[in-house]
């Protein structure tokens, strides 16, 4: 019997070591997205989303490879705040299929446009939010449809130039499979999180790699030109003082001095690139600000 033991023991300690090695593959789910799903057919592929609240449309669009679970806490404070969201699943997430071929930033704006037009009425303005890479969709979708448009909000605004070589490493290494626990934590905490900034459990998953890599392929496909002004309606612009990816100076800054007329730029303290876990409160009070005086105006 106390072989028994002893063997139950061993294995119990050798599983203890594997996970402290090995955590589960980067694009196991992270969460489950708040609200109604739903899903859209369009050409060959399903489209899924998410819906929350009654109000005015606010469609909502996440990072790269990430989840619309990412905009839980948002969602939330904007349907108490009487908004109805949209959160989008990215290509290759949840409902949404990838597409069979090559796809542009702007095919992606054209799926996003088609959910829009299934859940608005005719004529009815929408708000987008795009975080980081959905920044970069938000701007396609809102420069495409400028007519449809209420406003748009950029949390974490890259694109305009390149990544600074070592987030950029880090960034792509978050989304290896082969990387161990401690590697792939250090890995998102440099690359998305401010200094003694906690990542969350369902930060450490959730990180799709084959949405990534369209993503990726997605963002060579059309120039800055395209669709880096987002269109003509107001903006709001919020920079994390912390981000690696898109520092302030990259970023939200020349944005804000090319468009004075038009960007508001709000600077979040103590926030790295992942923004949304980091300070939820300061950024839902800097949107429903920014959104209540678009609508007053």
Request: aromatic share 8%; proline share 6%.
């Amino acid at each position: 019997m106390k072989y028994l033991f002893g063997a139950a023991a061993l294995i119990a300690i050798l599983a203890v070591i594997g996970y402290s090695l090995w955590m589960p593959l980067p694009d196991t789910p992270a969460r489950d997205a708040v609200g109604t799903a739903k899903m859209l057919e369009r050409d060959d592929r399903t489209l899924g989303y998410h819906v929350t609240g009654k109000g005015p449309p606010v469609l909502l669009l996440a990072s790269a490879g990430r989840e619309a679970s990412d905009f839980n806490e948002l969602a939330l404070a904007l349907g108490l705040a009487g908004y109805r969201t949209i959160a989008f699943d990215a290509h290759g997430i949840g409902s949404t299929t990838l597409p069979a071929g090559p796809f542009t930033l702007f095919d992606m704006a054209d799926d996003v446009h088609a959910i829009v037009d299934a859940e608005t009425e005719s004529g009815e303005k929408v708000t987008v939010i795009g975080h980081a890479f959905g920044n970069r969709l938000a701007r396609a979708f809102a420069s495409r449809h400028d007519n449809h448009m209420q406003s748009v909000i950029l949390i974490a605004s890259g694109g305009a130039r390149p990544i600074p070589p070592k987030a950029d490493t880090a960034l792509r290494a978050v989304f290896d499979p082969r990387r161990t626990v401690a590697q792939r934590t250090a890995d998102i905490d440099y690359a998305f999180f401010a200094d003694g900034n906690e990542i969350p459990d369902y930060w450490l998953v959730g990180w799709h790699r084959h949405t990534a890599i369209l993503q990726g392929k997605a963002k060579g496909t059309d120039s800055y030109d395209q669709w880096g002004a987002g269109g003509t309606t107001p903006m709001l612009v919020l920079q994390a003082a912390e981000d690696t990816i898109a520092p302030p100076e990259d970023a939200g800054i020349p944005l804000a001095a090319q468009y004075p007329d038009r960007v508001e730029l709000v600077m979040i303290a103590g926030a790295g690139h992942a923004l949304l876990p980091e300070q939820p409160d300061a950024i839902a009070r800097a949107i429903l600000d920014f959104m209540e005086k678009q609508n007053d105006s």
